[in-house]
């Protein structure tokens, strides 16, 4: 069984920076690819940013330019950088893997929240 365990959430200033970090009970390079998703209070879980074992990535609109998703494979960890953040930015942030035959993994989550 494969474990996911974010750590890295809490209460940040708009404007501030945060990182999240994610990890993996095995190795992560055995996953198709990594990601972050969110759910902000009362809305669906959304895509925040995906990065794939060759270490290619994306990201939302709403995030782009101020996120950054990155990997540590000797760490079996995956990262969020979170910089310029900004209240609508507040959730729990999530982190999932996909693995070669198409299971996929989620961990419990962190929450954000972004207040003055």
């Known amino acids: 069984q494969v474990q996911l365990v974010e750590s890295g959430g809490g209460l940040v200033q708009p404007g501030g920076s945060l990182r999240l970090s994610c990890v993996s009970s095995i190795n992560i390079f055995s996953l198709n690819a990594m990601g972050w998703y969110r759910q902000p209070p009362g809305k669906e879980r959304e895509l925040v940013a995906v990065?794939?074992?060759?270490?290619?990535?994306d990201y939302a609109d709403s995030v782009k330019g101020r996120f950054t998703i990155s990997r540590d494979n000797a760490k079996n960890t995956v990262y969020l950088q979170m910089n310029s953040v900004a209240p609508e930015d507040t959730a729990v942030y999530y982190c999932?893997?996909?693995?070669?035959?198409?299971?996929?993994?989620w961990g419990k989550g962190t929450l954000v929240t972004v207040s003055s």
């Open positions: 990065i794939t074992r060759g270490d290619t990535t």
């Open positions: 999932r893997g996909v693995n070669n035959y198409g299971a996929i993994y």
